[in-house]
């Protein structure tokens, strides 16, 4: 009686998995082009699917729709990368945490910004300027906004359960603060509207963090 080599099997699963990223990956390429190239409600889901090479079906099996298409734009360049690694536990954000000076953790998420900005602003200025004509667009919007409320919530609860906060400012302030400092309305105005470079903005950002929280 014969038995399935195991090996084999890993190795064809392994296979399988490395096609997959890779259509993953060349979907995300096409749709990030054709969003920002044609704009949010002209880029069809078949449109992605000729620009990667790939059906239709396999978009919506890996995404979901074009709303989940977009958010996954946004949560790649947000991180820089396609890998399954939450936020917190980036090496970014756990080099934050462990830096004592809250300066420095300021000006350095001023930094941060000024490097990310760029990736994300484009999309999420695509999902903004669709959402006040598409409801699948302003439920993303909608997302997207709760989710850098979370974040900053925790960066603000961070800074206050560390003592690092000035006599006066709470941690609701603190949220306000960080949560306005990086919208991309902020980036709009200054970068693209008033041709800041991105490493001007990011390191007005921290300055101005410094100033107001710590």
């Known amino acids: 009686m014969s038995h399935p080599v195991k090996g084999k099997r890993t190795y064809t699963s392994a296979r399988r998995d490395e096609a997959a990223r890779r259509t ?13 190239d044609r704009g949010y409600a002209k ?6 699917a000729a620009r990667a090479e790939v ?11 074009k709303p989940g298409l977009v958010k996954a734009l946004f949560d790649v360049a947000v991180v820089g990368d396609d ?27 001023g930094e941060h910004l000024g490097e990310t900005m760029p990736r ?22 909608a997302q997207l906004d709760e ?18 906060l000035r006599a006066g400012v709470d941690l609701e302030e603190a949220r306000d603060v960080l949560w306005t400092m990086n919208s991309v309305e902020l980036w709009d105005l200054l970068v693209r509207q008033r041709d800041w470079a991105p490493e001007r903005f990011g390191a007005w950002v921290g300055q101005q ?6």
């Open 24 to 36: 993953r990956a060349a979907v995300l390429e096409a749709g990030r082009a054709l969003f920002l």
């Open 55 to 65: 059906s239709v079906e396999t978009i919506y099996k890996t995404f979901g729709n």
């Open 43 to 48: 880029t069809t889901v078949a449109a992605v």
């Open 83 to 109: 890998e399954p690694v939450p936020m917190m536990e980036r090496a970014f954000v756990q080099r934050n945490i462990a830096e004592p000076d809250p300066r420095r953790k300021l000006i350095s998420y």
């Open 209 to 214: 963090l410094v100033a107001a929280l710590v």
């Open 120 to 141: 994300t602003a484009p999309v999420l200025l695509l999902v903004r300027d669709a959402a006040a004509s598409d409801a699948d667009a302003a439920a993303v919007w």
């Open 147 to 164: 989710e850098r409320l979370t974040g900053m919530t925790h960066f603000a609860t961070h800074l206050h359960e560390g003592g690092h």
